[in-house]
Each structure stands twice: as structure tokens, then as C-alpha cells.
């Protein structure tokens, strides 16, 4: 019953945060839920909502894994992100003609850079037990030079026909293809945690490594398929990212991404410390993060001030996801109905003393 409450706080407090951004916009202007069709494809806030969170829900979904089983995050996936689509890039201009071919061959190697990071990371966590954000700050300080020299010192435009379609929209197709991407990924990641023990292994690590030692897991590929697998989502939303914008900009291509998919993950109600974890949560997290920063936008906040809001926003937020905040809630929840129902919970030692003083009280008046 404890878990089953957690859980359902869980879910709720990213809901309920996503209620009043959504209420705040509608106090702002009715027509907030409005959708046009512009030359045959789907706009309006919720859209435009699910188009702009696409690169952030994949990376979230992927730092949910490696938090839950190292206890720890990875602060380069934006880097990693960068460096991938960057080898994208460079593949398809490198190529002769640009086919749909061309584009998925060229994205497979991108995700191929993506597993070599992922599995340079997780070899520096897993196996020399270096502490996951030290380790990761090695590829966050120099992967965007390396970005740099892979577009070789250019800002490479992507002009061709398929690419465009895929980061803005297929004709005959009324939803964009970046959100259409992200479904996909969700429903292929879904199954694979259904399909595999990948979920119960990770937690099992997360929580304690020698009892899932002890039970036949090996702590170290864990962990190292974990950040194997942030790799491929670092490629994902790299390739998502880069054909949104038409061009490669190894500085500012999801630039801080990254803390807020550490953002998205905490806000799901995902323990930062490893662990259990809900992907919906971070998904989500990821959404509620997206819809913030258009909420502020709209209220037209200045661009730098954004970022002080947010953080007094964060810290409001995180004060209430906390075990403290829980324990509070819990409290004053069962206080509240004791008072409407004049019923008092009491604990079972208590009840076992009150109902041998009521067995006491009733013997005494049949002896009087």
C-alpha cells in the first residue's frame, strides 16, 4: 500500500505541475488548446509543445536508465548529441547523391559514434568506478571541439529535400515528423523493456550491487549496457536535432540539453541516487519542462530572466518531491481524515491495548 502511494505521488506532482502551466496559459488567452492546419500540417501550442520536446524526451528515457543502475548522470549526452549528428552531417555531404538510403546509412554510423561513446563512458564508470559525472566531464568539456573539427571548422548546411522532411513534415502527413520519431522510439523502448530483464537488472543494480551480485548480475555490463544505450539516444536526438535546424552548429546544437533531461528525470519522481524508475514519469518531466519554458516565454519573459525563473521554479519543485515533503503530505492527509470522519488511526500495538481495555471495561460492568 506504501508503494502503491508513492507511486501515485509520483505521478501526480508532475501532472499536477503540468495542470497549472496549462491553466496559467489559459488565464493568459483561451484559445491556448487552438490547432490550425498550415499547408497540410498540424500547428498550434500542443503541437508546437510535442515538436519542441522530442530531442528532450529521448535523452530523458535514456539518463532515466543510466540513473537508475549507476546512481549517477551523464552531463555530456548534449555533447554527444552534437558530435553524432556532426559525423551525420559530414556522411551525407560527403555522399555523391542524397538518397533515403543515403540518409539512413548515415544515420546508423551516428549511432554506431553513439555506442562508442556510450561505451566510453560506461567503461570509466563500470569498470574504473569513476564517479559518473567526473567521468562524463571529460567528453563535456572537449566533445564540442571535437564537433568543431569533424564539420572541419564550418557550419555545414544540410539543403536537400529528404532531411527537410524529416525534421519539419512529410507531405500528406498532418503531424510532424520529429514528433511521429519520438512515439516510435517510445513504443521500440517500451518493448524493450518488456520483452527484456533489462528493468528489473538495472534497479537491481541501482539498489544494491552486491545482492544483485549475488543473484547472478553482473553489475559491470549493466551499467555499461546502460550507457551504451544513452549513446544510441544521444544519436537519436542529435539526428532529430540537426534536421530540425537544416544546419550543423556544433556550439549552440542542444546546448545544457542536458540538465534539463537530468531535470526531466528528477521531476518524473525518479531517485537521482539510482533505483526504481518510471519512464512515464520522465517523459512526463520532459514535457513539463518543454511547456515551462514556452509558459514563460509567452508571458514574455526576457530570454536571461527565463533562466531565473526556472531555477526558483526548480527549486520549489524539487522541495516537494522530496522525502520530506511526502512524509509531510502523508501527515497532514491522515490528519484531515481523522477530522472529517472522527476516526483516528492507531497503530496495532495501541489497537490491541485499547481492545483489551474494552474486553476489561465490559467484564468489570457484568461483575457490578
Same mark, same amino acid.
Given at each position: 500500500?506504501?508503494?502503491?502511494?508513492?507511486?501515485?505521488?509520483?505521478?501526480?506532482?508532475?501532472?499536477?505541475?503540468?495542470?497549472?502551466?496549462?491553466?496559467?496559459?489559459?488565464?493568459?488567452?483561451?484559445?491556448?488548446?487552438?490547432?490550425?492546419?498550415?499547408?497540410?500540417?498540424?500547428?498550434?501550442?500542443?503541437?508546437?509543445?510535442?515538436?519542441?520536446?522530442?530531442?528532450?524526451?529521448?535523452?530523458?528515457?535514456?539518463?532515466?536508465?543510466?540513473?537508475?543502475?549507476?546512481?549517477?548522470?551523464?552531463?555530456?549526452?548534449?555533447?554527444?548529441?552534437?558530435?553524432?549528428?556532426?559525423?551525420?552531417?559530414?556522411?551525407?555531404?560527403?555522399?555523391?547523391?542524397?538518397?533515403?538510403?543515403?540518409?539512413?546509412?548515415?544515420?546508423?554510423?551516428?549511432?554506431?559514434?553513439?555506442?562508442?561513446?556510450?561505451?566510453?563512458?560506461?567503461?570509466?564508470?563500470?569498470?574504473?568506478?569513476?564517479?559518473?559525472?567526473?567521468?562524463?566531464?571529460?567528453?563535456?568539456?572537449?566533445?564540442?571541439?571535437?564537433?568543431?573539427?569533424?564539420?572541419?571548422?564550418?557550419?555545414?548546411?544540410?539543403?536537400?529535400?529528404?532531411?527537410?522532411?524529416?525534421?519539419?513534415?512529410?507531405?500528406?502527413?498532418?503531424?510532424?515528423?520529429?514528433?511521429?520519431?519520438?512515439?516510435?522510439?517510445?513504443?521500440?523502448?517500451?518493448?524493450?523493456?518488456?520483452?527484456?530483464?533489462?528493468?528489473?537488472?538495472?534497479?537491481?543494480?541501482?539498489?544494491?550491487?552486491?545482492?544483485?551480485?549475488?543473484?547472478?548480475?553482473?553489475?559491470? $555490463? *549493466?551499467? &555499461? %549496457?546502460?550507457? #551504451?544505450?544513452?549513446?544510441?539516444?544521444? !544519436? +537519436? =536526438?542529435?539526428?532529430?536535432?540537426?534536421?530540425?535546424?537544416?544546419?550543423?552548429? $556544433? *556550439?549552440? &546544437? %542542444?546546448?545544457? #540539453?542536458?540538465?534539463?533531461?537530468?531535470? !526531466? +528525470? =528528477?521531476?518524473?519522481?525518479?531517485?537521482?541516487?539510482?533505483?526504481?524508475?518510471?519512464?512515464?514519469?520522465?517523459?512526463?518531466?520532459?514535457?513539463?519542462?518543454?511547456?515551462?519554458?514556452?509558459?514563460?516565454?509567452?508571458?514574455?519573459?526576457?530570454?536571461?530572466?527565463?533562466?531565473?525563473?526556472?531555477?526558483?521554479?526548480?527549486?520549489?519543485?524539487?522541495?516537494?518531491?522530496?522525502?520530506?515533503?511526502?512524509?509531510?503530505?502523508?501527515?497532514?492527509?491522515?490528519?484531515?481524515?481523522?477530522?472529517?470522519?472522527?476516526?483516528?488511526?492507531?497503530?496495532?500495538?495501541?489497537?490491541?491495548?485499547?481492545?483489551?481495555?474494552?474486553?476489561?471495561?465490559?467484564?468489570?460492568?457484568?461483575?457490578?
Amino acid at each position: 500500500m506504501n508503494k502503491m502511494k508513492i507511486r501515485n505521488y509520483q505521478a501526480f506532482l508532475p501532472l499536477l505541475v503540468l495542470a497549472i502551466l496549462i491553466l496559467i496559459n489559459l488565464l493568459k488567452g483561451a484559445d491556448y488548446f487552438s490547432i490550425s492546419i498550415i499547408n497540410g500540417a498540424l500547428y498550434g501550442n500542443i503541437p508546437n509543445i510535442l515538436f519542441g520536446a522530442s530531442e528532450l524526451v529521448i535523452l530523458a528515457i535514456g539518463m532515466t536508465l543510466v540513473t537508475s543502475s549507476s546512481g549517477g548522470q551523464d552531463i555530456s549526452v548534449g555533447v554527444a548529441a552534437t558530435i553524432t549528428s556532426s559525423v551525420f552531417v559530414r556522411v551525407v555531404l560527403n555522399a555523391h547523391e542524397v538518397t533515403l538510403m543515403t540518409v539512413l546509412g548515415a544515420f546508423l554510423v551516428s549511432c554506431l559514434v553513439g555506442i562508442a561513446i556510450g561505451a566510453f563512458n560506461g567503461t570509466l564508470v563500470a569498470i574504473f568506478n569513476v564517479q559518473p559525472m567526473v567521468a562524463t566531464l571529460i567528453l563535456f568539456t572537449a566533445g564540442r571541439s571535437i564537433a568543431f573539427l569533424i564539420d572541419g571548422r564550418l557550419s555545414p548546411i544540410l539543403a536537400n529535400r529528404i532531411t527537410n522532411q524529416i525534421g519539419s513534415v512529410i507531405p500528406g502527413v498532418p503531424v510532424q515528423t520529429p514528433i511521429l520519431l519520438t512515439v516510435v522510439f517510445i513504443l521500440l523502448f517500451s518493448i524493450l523493456l518488456k520483452i527484456t530483464n533489462l528493468k528489473l537488472y538495472a534497479q537491481c543494480v541501482g539498489i544494491n550491487q552486491k545482492a544483485a551480485r549475488l543473484n547472478g548480475i553482473n553489475p559491470v $555490463s *549493466v551499467k &555499461l %549496457l546502460t550507457y #551504451i544505450i544513452l549513446g544510441v539516444c544521444s !544519436a +537519436v =536526438a542529435g539526428f532529430i536535432a540537426v534536421t530540425k535546424a537544416g544546419r550543423h552548429d $556544433s *556550439v549552440n &546544437l %542542444l546546448r545544457f #540539453i542536458e540538465m534539463d533531461a537530468i531535470l !526531466a +528525470v =528528477a521531476i518524473g519522481g525518479n531517485a537521482l541516487s539510482g533505483g526504481k524508475f518510471s519512464i512515464t514519469g520522465s517523459v512526463i518531466g520532459a514535457y513539463t519542462i518543454e511547456v515551462l519554458n514556452r509558459t514563460l516565454l509567452r508571458l514574455e519573459v526576457g530570454t536571461e530572466t527565463i533562466k531565473a525563473f526556472k531555477a526558483v521554479f526548480i527549486i520549489i519543485l524539487m522541495i516537494f518531491a522530496s522525502p520530506v515533503a511526502r512524509g509531510t503530505a502523508a501527515k497532514a492527509a491522515q490528519w484531515i481524515r481523522a477530522r472529517f470522519t472522527g476516526i483516528v488511526r492507531l497503530p496495532a500495538s495501541k489497537k490491541a491495548e485499547a481492545s483489551e481495555g474494552s474486553k476489561a471495561d465490559v467484564s468489570v460492568e457484568k461483575e457490578v
